[in-house]
């Protein structure tokens, strides 16, 4: 029997998106990698210099 788990990291919510469907697909378990400390607003500003 084989084991897999879909591991992500999601800022936006995008990947989590994603990857919920890839592991509900192929039956696996999901796992969250989660920042230490939460992104702001202007980490996630792409439009900054």
Known sequence: MSKVLVAYFSTTGTTK??????AKAVGA????IA??????NDDLD???D
């Open 17 to 22: 998106v994603a990857a919920t469907g890839l």
């Open 29 to 32: 378990d999901t796992y969250e």
């Open 35 to 40: 920042q230490e400390v939460p992104y702001t």
């Open 46 to 48: 792409r439009k900054k």
